[in-house]
C-alpha cells in the first residue's frame, strides 16, 4: 500500500515470518515491545516509512518498510487490502526485521521471498508471537480482553449455574478451561462463592484480573463480534464490533 491509502476500519490481520520472531529475539524486552508497538501502529498507517521499488540489488517491490528503534533498525512488511467473504479485510504481513546499516535487512528480505519461506505455513498471528515473546498485548496498544473465546459445552454450564458457583449469563462466555477453574475453586468451605469463581476463571484466562476489569472484560465478551474474516485461517475476528487495530482469529 501506498502512502495516503488506509485500511477498512483501520483494522488490519498481522502475521510474523519465523524469520521475523527470531530476528528480533534477543533484543531487550524494552525494545521488543517499541518494535511491536510500531507495527501495530500499521493498522493506522499502512504504507510505513516508504514503500519499496526493484531498483539496485533488491527485488522488493510491492513491499514496504518502517523504521524502528530510533531509526536505528527498519522492518520489511507488505500491507494489503484483501477480499474475503464479500469483505475487505486489511492484511500485513511482517517479514524481518534488522539494522539499516548497509541495507543487509534488504538481502534478508530478499533471502526470504526467493528462498519461499514467506508462505502460511511460516507465518503466525501476532497474538501467539507476543506470547512467544512473552510481551503482554495491552504493552504494545491493544486490548487483550476483548475477545470472546469458543463457549464451554453446554453441559458445563448448566452445573455450574445449577451449583449456584455462576450466573447463566457469565458462565455462558467463559471457555471449557475458564469454566472448569471456576468450578473448581468458586467455593467457600461448601458453599458457592460466585466471585471467587468468576476471579478463578480470569486468572485461567491470563494473570489475574480483579474488580471493575472483570466486569469490563465480561461485558466486552457480550458484545457483538467484528466478524472479518482472516484469508489464511478462513476464521472470522474473534474482537468486539469495533475494535481498534489487530484482528484476532483465535
Known amino acids: 500500500m501506498r502512502p495516503g491509502e488506509v485500511f477498512p476500519h483501520d483494522q488490519a490481520y498481522i502475521e510474523f515470518t519465523d524469520a521475523f520472531i527470531e530476528s528480533i529475539i534477543d533484543l531487550t524486552q524494552r525494545q521488543k515491545v517499541e518494535v511491536l508497538a510500531e507495527i501495530v501502529a500499521l493498522c493506522d498507517g499502512p504504507a510505513g516509512s516508504h514503500t519499496l521499488s526493484n531498483r539496485g540489488a533488491q527485488r522488493l517491490a510491492g513491499f514496504n518498510t518502517v523504521d524502528v528503534l530510533g531509526k536505528a533498525y527498519r522492518v520489511v512488511f507488505v500491507s494489503v487490502v484483501e477480499h474475503v467473504g464479500g469483505q475487505e479485510v486489511g492484511h500485513i504481513r511482517v517479514l524481518v526485521c534488522g539494522p539499516r546499516r548497509n541495507d543487509a535487512v534488504y538481502d534478508t528480505a530478499e ?62 462466555v467463559l471457555s471449557q478451561d475458564e469454566l472448569a477453574a471456576a468450578m473448581a475453586h468458586g467455593w467457600t468451605d461448601s458453599a458457592p462463592d460466585p ?53 484476532r482469529a483465535t
Open 111 to 172: 533471502a526470504l521471498r526467493r528462498s519461499g519461506r514467506f508462505s502460511a505455513e511460516e507465518m503466525q498471528e501476532i497474538w501467539e508471537a507476543l506470547a512467544f515473546l512473552e510481551v503482554v498485548s495491552e504493552e504494545v496498544g491493544m486490548d487483550g480482553w476483548d475477545f470472546k473465546p469458543n463457549p464451554a459445552p453446554l453441559g458445563m454450564v448448566r452445573a455450574a449455574v445449577a451449583a449456584g458457583v455462576l450466573d447463566q449469563e457469565t458462565a455462558e
Open 195 to 247: 466471585a471467587k469463581a468468576r476471579a478463578a476463571a480470569m486468572e485461567r484466562a491470563r494473570g489475574g484480573v480483579l474488580g471493575a476489569d472483570l466486569t469490563r472484560i465480561l461485558g466486552q465478551r457480550k458484545s457483538a463480534r467484528c466478524g472479518a474474516v482472516m484469508q489464511r485461517t478462513g476464521q472470522p475476528c474473534i474482537r468486539r464490533q469495533g475494535h481498534p487495530g489487530a484482528h
